[in-house]
């Protein structure tokens, strides 16, 4: 009988291994979920007014989405279409630009298109760190003034129909 | 045209290692002579086909034929023309077709070397050989085939990763997998021996080159990756515990278990289960490493691409080999009959000390390599287990081990006389740590822990050269005439062990006594590390093959004399456009200094960020581990190993 | 090669193209110096495979350091700089994995497994004694016995 064990210590792993198979490691879920967005306040793009604080946000009674991207961040590039159709859909969304240089981020803005409601710069990308934003593109959903989801990486079109449109609706219910 | 014989060679390998796999191992049970026949031919086919299919392969990179998807994806023109060749095995689906090739390889050469065996074990282990060879073909052409055409095809290949074009990286996967796949050969022995239901000496001295062949090929290999790392990345580190580098660690560590395992099988006709056990655990484990790099199952941040349906087919055929060995084992190891007892003070039992030791570390980082797996399975939680871990269970482990190592060689088979080892040894024990307290003290201090390192490196060592002394009788005459006639297992044996010993001592040294600095340095600015006068004389434009790069020259003085310039540089890829530094090294005997250059300070560009690094005995490592090699080498040319010599001795 | 797919891929989505080398402002005091460097080797690069934020290039792992420091000197313990670290990210960013009852059989499994082995090994050593004394030589076989164990020691 003992010397099954090797051969059922295997079964385990396999177990193990084919459940990790459907995971995504990848995917770091947000710590704060739940928790009311870090108080910040950030200035407009290339300027020193301010472009929005977390006291806007707070006051907002519809769902709102955050997104942190930069012209210098390739796959932001990809999930531009994605944020204009949500912006077509009415949803508005709140650009921060990530240790970007003003003059880029315009650029990108003018020859991409503009999906946000409104855009501040977090030059040093410290509000960020706050976040708990390790890479751009991450786009977060929130719902007054307490953030509900969080999605890192760029909204590809399945991720867009089947997991950020049906929560985002939910949560406008 | 070419490419598709490549691909036509490899449909036919497979073929053939089904063929291989099936019909001989059928006649090796029936007692059909001809069947069995058929093994040594179709190892040689598949071995010959999967040769042309690999070779195919390499020549659309070398003309970087672009129409392929693999070249492709993965190389560039303007790459040299090692890098392009290298491109071959630098990618998933060339890699697996390098683990065929290396299987059908040590296929063949079992078929040739192994002539003298009997007749049914040979066939036996042959068809085992065969049906894990099939897995790879299904695996290649079914999901990851190297041969896909593309149209219409571009012009330009999208380059290979910078970081890659390396001739350390280079070789590295090549001599890895001669490690890794080697163990094939010992895990078809062992399964062959399953089959037949017998283990004896003579088996494990069929088996004992083979594992030793795949050990030194392993150890070159995944030192080979260690080095290239730490000369790469630059900043002294050589291992991260990353479960891409776990993936190799682990057979290594019950490779070391095996050979040693086998020795005892061989000697004292014991042990048979575990060394059976062993040998196929050993290649489990490579086979294991060698997937969950590749399914998906560990990833790290921000990957996109995982690839499910690949993960299952290994998964299924990892469940198949694995699983199906290890059953096999659980039913039939009853049949193997226990040979020899032994006391609790023998080396048997310091063998087997070695083994459950060198076996728990396997386990241990294994289960600290999908620890964050198997929590995200149960709880969702995302964990990490990092280098704080390892180093300390490993640590804990290695202690005993070392301890242990220094003791085997001097006890006596089958019952040892304990008061006699600790009489003798106790003495060099004594010695090695003062000697250790002394370097410490020289070195200035630090952490205990450091210390203890350098006593267990010192007192291996030493306790290694009282062995050999002891045997040879150093002192009395003839001495020499004893030397030369001490037989080569022992001599690599010696070479082995004072090889880890003097890793050891590396390893302490660089990692307690290293020194960094950062600093912002303008044109003739100054500095001293290590002992060291380093001056930053100016810097120069580069243009290299496929980057551009600014190259900084900083001139090492000791004791007011010149002794080296060092250029590190730092450069910029354009396809894909990436950044790299490459450190500027020093390096000698006592210790290894570094420059690495940043980025300018200001616009002027006179003034650039440097980093210094000096750490001491670094080289110890690298030699150390080369020296253990050098030990693995000399076993292997021992006579006795020889296959024909080794079946008349049993006679 | 998983790893190098990655890590150019870190590249591209975190990195300011050309920002690479290292000119940041240790703190003054060595003292708390090395108290950051050992709180940042505990800390994870988080877009990078299982670096620490003091080996990584990584301008993220610059932030984080310059972090590390802005703590320390703003008079933060070390649990409350990690705590700080986790706050943010979650015990995922910690390298060295807590010790809790989850973590638990993770931290012992050295010494359990070496204990498991131990214990296999006895009851494997004194079953197989057990079987040997049960059928004892006669004097021949001793004698016969110790001549050939005596050759084969000699190997």
């Known amino acids: 009988m003992k010397k099954f064990i090797p051969f059922a210590t295997f079964c385990v792993i396999s177990l193990a291994l084919y459940t990790g198979l459907s995971l995504s490691p990848g995917n770091i879920p947000s710590e704060l979920i739940n928790d009311p967005i870090p108080e910040f306040s950030l200035p407009i793009v290339g300027g020193e007014s301010l472009g929005f604080s977390s006291t806007d946000l707070e006051v907002e009674e519809e769902v709102i989405i955050i997104n942190f991207f930069a012209s210098w961040c390739a796959p932001c590039y990809v999930e531009h279409p994605f944020l204009m159709e949500l912006k077509n859909q009415g949803y508005k969304i709140y650009g921060i630009s990530y240790k970007d240089k003003a003059r880029d981020t315009n650029r990108f803005i003018k020859e991409q298109g503009n999906p946000y409601y409104k855009i501040a710069a977090d030059e040093d990308g410290r509000v960020a760190i706050n976040f708990g934003v390790y890479g751009v593109p991450e786009t977060y959903v929130i719902q007054e003034g307490i953030i509900r989801y969080k999605h890192a990486g760029p909204i590809h079109e399945m991720d867009f129909e089947d997991k950020f449109l049906p929560i985002i609706k939910r949560m406008g219910e | ?651 | 090669m998983k790893f190098f797919l990655s890590f150019t891929l870190f590249i591209i989505i975190t990195f300011a193209a050309y920002a690479v080398g290292v000119d940041e402002k240790q703190l003054a005091d060595p003292a708390s110096e090395i108290r950051a460097q050992e709180i940042m080797k505990q800390l994870r690069c988080l877009v990078c495979q299982n670096q620490s934020i003091v080996d990584s290039d990584a301008p993220l792992a610059k932030d984080l350091r310059e972090i590390v420091r802005e703590r320390i000197t703003a008079g933060d313990t070390d649990e409350e700089v990690l705590f700080f670290m986790t706050k943010r990210y979650g015990d995922w960013v910690l390298l060295k994995p807590p010790f809790d009852r989850t973590t638990i059989i993770l931290w012992l499994s050295p010494l359990l497994l070496l204990l498991i082995g131990f214990f296999v090994i006895y009851r494997n050593q004194s079953q197989r004694k057990f079987l040997a004394v049960s059928s004892p030589l006669n004097k021949d076989e001793e004698k016969r016995l110790r001549a050939l164990l005596d050759e084969r020691a000699d190997d």
């Open chain 2, 1 to 651: 045209m070419i490419v598709e014989s490549g691909h036509y060679a490899l449909i036919l390998a497979c073929i053939l290692s089904l063929v291989q796999g099936t019909f001989p191992l059928y006649g090796a049970l029936t007692g059909r002579g001809r069947l069995m026949r058929l093994s040594a031919p179709t190892a040689y086919g598949q071995f010959f086909f999967v040769s042309i299919a690999f070779g195919a392969l390499m020549q659309a990179f070398i003309v970087s034929d672009f129409s392929v998807v693999n070249v492709a994806k993965n190389s560039h023109t303007l790459k040299p023309m090692l890098y392009k060749v290298s491109a071959t095995w630098g990618n998933h689906e060339g890699s697996i077709l390098l683990w065929a090739l290396i299987l059908a390889l040590y296929g063949a050469a079992v078929a040739f070397f192994g002539r003298k065996l009997p007749k049914t074990l040979y066939v036996k282990v042959l068809s085992i050989q065969a049906l894990i060879g099939l897995g790879f073909y299904l695996f290649l052409l079914l999901t990851s085939n190297p041969f896909e055409r593309l149209y219409p095809f571009p012009t330009e290949g999208s380059g290979l990763n910078p970081l890659l074009q390396d001739p350390g990286l280079a070789f590295h996967p090549p001599l890895l997998y001669l490690g890794y796949v080697g163990l094939s050969v010992t895990f078809s022995f062992a399964v062959g021996a399953l089959i037949e239901g017998r283990v004896d000496a003579a088996w494990a001295r069929w088996v004992r080159p083979w594992t030793l062949l795949a050990w030194c090929f392993l150890t070159a290999g995944i030192t080979l990756g260690s080095w290239w790392a730490y000369y790469e990345l630059g900043w002294g580190g050589w291992w991260f515990w990353d479960p891409v580098e776990n993936a190799s660690f682990m057979p290594w560590l019950v490779a070391t278990a095996l050979l040693h395992s086998a020795i005892v099988v061989e000697k004292r006709d014991t042990l048979k289960a575990w060394t059976i056990l062993l040998a196929i655990i050993a290649f489990s484990f490579s086979l294991l490493g060698t997937f969950i790099v590749r399914s998906g199952v560990l990833t790290s941040v921000h990957a996109f691409a995982t690839d499910p349906e690949r993960g299952v087919f290994i998964l299924a055929f990892l469940f198949v080999v694995i699983g199906g060995s290890l059953l096999l084992f659980a039913l039939r190891a009853d049949k193997l009959q226990a040979g020899g007892l032994f006391a609790p003070i023998s080396r048997e039992s310091m063998l087997v000390i070695n083994n459950l030791l060198l076996s728990v570390a396997a386990m241990v980082v294994m289960f600290g390599t999908l620890y964050p797996l198997l929590r995200d399975a149960l709880t969702g939680d995302k964990i990490t287990v990092g280098p704080p871990f390892f180093n300390l269970a490993f640590g804990f482990l290695m202690i005993p081990l070392l301890l242990v190592m220094g003791l085997g060689p001097s006890a006596s088979w089958k019952r040892a006389d304990l008061a006699g080892i600790v009489s003798r040894l106790g003495f060099v024990f004594a010695a090695s740590l003062v000697a250790a307290l002394a370097f410490f003290y020289i070195l200035g201090g630090g952490e205990i822990m450091a210390a203890v390192w350098l006593g267990l490196g010192l007192w291996l060592m030493a306790a290694t050269f009282y062995e050999w002394a002891d045997r040879v009788k150093l002192f009395k005459i003839n001495a020499i005439k004893r030397i030369k006639r001490q037989p080569r297992a022992s001599v690599g044996m010696s070479f082995g062990h004072l090889g880890l010993a003097i890793a050891v001592l590396g390893i302490a040294g660089s990692s307690y006594w290293g020194i960094e600095q950062q600093k912002i340095m303008a044109y003739g600015d100054e500095t001293n590390i290590g002992g060291y006068d380093v001056n930053f004389r100016d810097t120069s434009g580069i243009i290299g093959p496929n980057y551009t790069a600014v190259r900084g020259a900083f001139d090492i003085r000791k004791n007011g004399k010149i002794v080296t310039t060092l250029e590190p540089e730092a450069r910029l890829f354009s396809t894909p456009p990436m950044p790299t530094t490459e450190a500027a090294i020093y390096s000698t005997l006592m210790g290894d200094l570094f420059v690495v250059i940043g980025e300018a300070n200001n616009k002027t560009y006179d003034q650039w960020a440097v980093r210094l690094y000096y750490k001491p005995l670094q080289t110890w490592l690298w030699g150390g581990v080369v020296i253990m090699v050098f030990g693995g080498f000399i076993s292997l040319s021992d006579r006795r190993f020889r296959m024909g010599a080794a079946k008349k001795k049993i006679n």
